[in-house]
């Protein structure tokens, strides 16, 4: 037992000295403002991701974003999506003479999120407020065209589908 008291104050005996004679204290320290330094960059690297999805005001924008991040996950938009997209924003979301300032908003909110996931969890709460069940249904049957229409139905548009469908349907509907 002595031995190891021995050796644990000749360990802490260098430490001491290591922190005062040899500047550990500035190695400690560096340490800690580096993690923090990499903490605030995190934060600042989410916001800047979440900034663009956070400016969509309408759900109709959100859900012209949805649908062009749907029909773009691994590749361009086809041309027979961005038609029923294009279609989608003029006759039901009545867009008419502006489609192109929702379309061109849309498609920088839908490239400047990371993901689809992300994309919809910042805009699930906006089509909460803001759409019925009815209009919630008939988003999720026109993302279903999209999908088919970009592609066919792939496993990872099953899977945005599936999240979007388990969010937005009540829990009857979604068994249906």
Not at 70 to 85: N, T, Y
Not at 143 to 163: F, S
């Amino acid at each position: 037992m002595p031995v190891i008291a021995l050796i644990l104050s000749a360990f802490m005996g260098w430490f001491v000295f290591w922190l005062i004679r040899f500047d550990g204290h500035e190695v400690i320290a560096s340490y800690f403002s580096a993690a923090a330094r990499q903490r605030r960059m995190q934060r600042a690297r989410d916001a800047e991701a979440k900034a663009a999805v956070r400016s969509v005001t309408e759900a109709r924008d959100g859900a012209l974003a949805l649908l062009i991040k749907l029909g773009s996950v691994d590749h361009a938009v086809l041309p027979a999506a961005e038609r029923l997209i294009e279609d989608a924003a003029r006759n039901v979301f009545g867009y008419g003479d502006k489609l192109v300032e929702h379309r061109t908003f849309a498609e920088y909110v839908a490239r400047n999120t990371p993901s689809f996931s992300v994309l919809f969890r910042e805009l699930a709460p906006l089509f909460d407020k803001q759409l019925a069940a009815d209009e919630r249904k008939d988003l999720i049957d026109l993302m279903h065209k999209v999908a088919e229409a970009a592609g066919g139905m792939t496993p990872t548009r099953r899977e945005m589908l599936d999240e979007v469908q388990a969010r937005l349907l009540p829990s009857k509907a979604a068994r249906v």
